[in-house]
């Protein structure tokens, strides 16, 4: 059994995984717009250009997403996207660009269980948990 996860976004998702494929690396393996897609004549123009399905796949896993064409887009709430890093020196350099232009919630910094973590909500209002395997002894 496999877990992805799948992020939605208020008509910003090709930025958002622009964005993360400049902090995480990865690439983008598969995306669809509306407007090339069967749905296209049944919707107006402006919504071709939102994005049906991305797939970004980061070593062995793969962040899935789209947008909303609902237009009752509500931020995620309730969950986070965690993620772990063997080293406080790599958390740190992903936690520092995934919170420009969002909320920092915690700050990066040393816990009782490792020299790292930290939760922010980025610039797309997806919330973020970032936390190191360095221990603290």
């Not at 796949?57 to 997403?65: C, L, Q």
Request: hydrophobic share 40%; with cysteine.
């Amino acid at each position: 059994m496999n877990f992805n996860l799948y992020l939605i976004f208020n008509g910003n998702c090709a930025e958002a995984m622009t964005v993360n494929v400049e902090i995480f690396g990865g690439e983008i393996t598969e995306i669809h717009t509306f407007g090339n897609s069967t749905l296209a004549s049944g919707m107006p123009t402006a919504m071709h250009k939102l994005i049906m399905h991305v797939s970004l796949r980061i070593g062995d896993r793969v962040i899935m997403a789209s947008d909303d064409p609902s237009g009752k887009y509500e931020p995620p709430r309730g969950a986070h996207v965690q993620t772990r890093f063997p080293k406080f020196a790599e958390a740190q350099r992903i936690f520092d660009p995934l919170a420009e232009g969002g909320e920092i919630t915690m700050p990066f910094e040393k816990t009782f269980w490792t020299s790292g973590f930290g939760m922010l909500r980025d610039r797309f209002g997806i919330p973020w948990m970032v936390n190191c395997d360095d221990r603290v002894d």
